[in-house]
C-alpha cells in the first residue's frame, strides 16, 4: 500500500462559531485526543497549559486518486473554535489510509499535527475535535465530499495549584510570625508574603519565594517571620504555579502594639 507525506497549513480563526457540514456516511474514524507525543488523554489541565492534539484514521475516501480537502477544528467547552487546521489538496491513492500523528518514520508515511495549547483563562468542560474532508474543490470551504466527519469530546479541568488549609498570623512585640497549611499543592513552584497597611492598599513581596513542600495527595506547614514596628498590617499569601500564574489569597490583619508583652491578633481567613 502506497503512503506519503503531507504537510498541514494551520489558520488562524477564532471567536467565531463554526457550521458542521451536513454529511451522514461517516468515513473519518478513531478520532481522538492526544498529548504532543501520541499518547491518548482523557483529561486535560488548562491551569498546568496541557497541548490537545487531534489523531484520526480515514477510510474509504475515495479510490484511486481522490483529491480532497481535511480540516480540523477543536473547539472549545462554549462551542468556539481555539484552532482550525486545514490540508489542502491530498491525493489518496487507495480505499483504506490511515493518519498517523506525526512526527513518523518512514517518511513515507502520513504526517499531520494539530494542536491547541490550553490557556488558564480557556473555560473548562468538554471540547470537541471535529474532522471533516472536502472535496478539493472546495478549499476546506466548500462542497463537502458525502459522509466524510467525524468527532470526539475531550474533558478540560482547571486544577487549583493549592488548595488552603489555613492562613494565620500572630504577633510577639514587634515580630510577626505567618503561618499557613497547605491540603494539596498541584504543579506548585511555592510562595510570597505580601504586605500592605491598608486592607485595599498596595501589597509589597516581602519575602523570597519559599519552596512548595506539599504534593497533590499531602499537603504541607508553612511559616515566616516579619519585623515590623508598631501599627495595623494586612498580609496576603500569593502561591506560584510551574506555568507561572499566581495566585492571592485573603488577607489576614495584625495590630502590632510594639508592647514588650504578646500583643493581640486579629487574624482572617476566607477559603
Known amino acids: 500500500m502506497r503512503k506519503f507525506l503531507i504537510a498541514a497549513v494551520v489558520l488562524a480563526m477564532t471567536g467565531t462559531a ?18 504532543p507525543t501520541g499518547t491518548a488523554q482523557g483529561v486535560f489541565d488548562k491551569l498546568i497549559g496541557d497541548t490537545i492534539c487531534a489523531q ?4 474509504e475516501i475515495g479510490v484511486g486518486g481522490a483529491v480532497v480537502d481535511i480540516l480540523v477544528v ?11 487546521c486545514c490540508l489542502d489538496d491530498i491525493a489518496l491513492p487507495g480505499v483504506y489510509v490511515p493518519f498517523v500523528f ?9 504526517a499531520f499535527t494539530c494542536c491547541y495549547t490550553l490557556q488558564p483563562d480557556d473555560p473548562v468542560g468538554n471540547y470537541t475535535i471535529t474532522v471533516t474532508v472536502f472535496d478539493a474543490a472546495g478549499s476546506c470551504a466548500t462542497a463537502c465530499v458525502p459522509g466524510s466527519w467525524n468527532q470526539a469530546e475531550v474533558e478540560v479541568t482547571g486544577v487549583v495549584p493549592v488548595e488552603l488549609s489555613s492562613f494565620d498570623a500572630a504577633v510577639e512585640r514587634n515580630s510577626v510570625t505567618i503561618k499557613w497549611t497547605t491540603a494539596s499543592e498541584n504543579e506548585n513552584l511555592g510562595f510570597y508574603i505580601l504586605r500592605a497597611t491598608d486592607l485595599d492598599g498596595d501589597y509589597d513581596r516581602i519575602s523570597d519565594m519559599i519552596g512548595a513542600e506539599g504534593t497533590p495527595s499531602v499537603g504541607a506547614e508553612y511559616a515566616f517571620t516579619d519585623e515590623v514596628t508598631p501599627g495595623v498590617y494586612y498580609y496576603r499569601l500569593e502561591d506560584v504555579a510551574s506555568d507561572g500564574s499566581t495566585t492571592l489569597h485573603e488577607p489576614a490583619r495584625v495590630v502590632v502594639s510594639g508592647s514588650n508583652s504578646w500583643g493581640a491578633i486579629k487574624s482572617e481567613f476566607d477559603e
Not at 484520526?56 to 477510510?59: A, S
Open 18 to 35: 463554526w457550521a458542521q457540514p451536513t454529511c451522514n456516511d461517516m468515513h473519518v474514524v478513531g478520532v481522538e485526543a492526544v498529548d
Open 56 to 59: 484520526f484514521d480515514l477510510i
Open 74 to 84: 477543536i473547539s472549545d467547552s462554549e462551542g468556539t473554535p481555539v484552532e482550525i
Open 102 to 110: 506525526g512526527p513518523v518514520v518512514p517518511p513515507a508515511d502520513i
